[in-house]
């Protein structure tokens, strides 16, 4: 396997309540740049989402570490690292993917908190409060459109809001979610990353203003955790926005995300081992 050259491949991971097909803008573009552009579904979701919809039980059995371990294990199959980008959950994914040595850059893209970050706003705590519960525990849980718009697509109408939900929303494995929420009570959570490991890839943390599923002030302060003398990491923020990847003005934000993974895979050293 080579760890030499400048990335020819672009990794999307999607987040809760999402598939795949949430990037399909996105991955459009980068493939209209010349990328390869990989943007599998986790494990068990690979289904289309009206099918997830009308079958969720292959969700409901997910967990952090078997995705986790998905991507990895594609990721090291390539010939070169590629640029890592999640959104929302995914976010976390990518940050533990980079911990883990593999990826030349990554991006958070309104990126859910990994172990140790300690702000929850009320607007996030509502925004998932349907699958918190202990009842639904290894089950597939969605969202209404209502809850859908609020979380996802809040600064949109609700005509524009429900169109996106009809063609993205799936159900969200609680499994998951609950590994994440409860993280910072676990020593060994499977979401945890050394903020000062020395060797990490380059990383972007971005913030969307009126986001209410991840606040921005998450965003930053999962950014800030990060040791900047053992490696690059920047945070910033889109006003205006919220949660959903492809609400109107992505174009601007999937831009700036690919011109600042270039300049910092270009400037930095290979992370994917042989």
């Known amino acids: 396997m080579s760890t030499r050259g ?7 991971i999607h987040g809760l309540w999402l ?7 996105w991955q459009r573009r980068y493939e209209e740049r010349g990328y390869t552009v990989l943007a599998p579904s986790w494990p068990g979701m690979e289904a289309e989402v009206e099918a997830l919809n009308a079958d969720p039980r292959p969700i409901a059995g997910i967990t952090i570490d078997g995705v986790i371990d998905h991507y990895e294990k594609l990721i090291r199959s ?3 690292p590629p640029i890592i980008m999640g959104h929302s959950f995914g976010g976390i994914f990518m940050q533990v993917l980079l911990d883990r040595g593999v990826g030349a850059a990554g991006v958070g893209v309104a990126s859910a908190a990994v172990r140790g970050v300690l702000d929850v706003p009320l607007s996030q705590i509502r925004s998932v409060s349907s699958a918190l519960s202990p009842f639904k525990k290894g089950q597939a849980v969605s969202l209404s459109p209502k809850e859908f718009h609020y979380a996802f697509t809040n600064t949109m109408s609700a005509a524009e809001s429900n169109a996106i939900f009809e063609r993205y929303h799936v159900p969200a494995p609680t499994d ?9 009570l676990h020593r060994n959570s499977p979401t945890k990353v050394d903020f000062d490991r020395p060797d990490r890839a380059p990383l972007l943390m971005i913030g969307f203003g009126e986001d209410h599923l991840v606040p921005p002030k998450v965003v930053r302060s999962n950014e800030r955790k990060y040791d900047d003398d053992a490696s690059l990491t920047e945070y910033v923020e889109y006003p205006g ?7 109107p003005g992505w174009q601007e934000v999937a831009d700036a995300s690919l011109e600042w993974a270039e300049r910092a895979s270009a400037s930095g050293p290979d992370h994917l081992p042989s």
Do not use: K, N
């Open 6 to 12: 400048t990335p020819d491949t672009i990794v999307l």
């Open 176 to 184: 998951v979610l609950q590994e994440g929420a409860l993280a910072s």
């Open 78 to 80: 390539l010939d070169r």
């Open 241 to 247: 926005r919220p949660h959903f990847p492809g609400a």
């Open 19 to 25: 598939t795949a097909r949430s990037w399909e803008d």
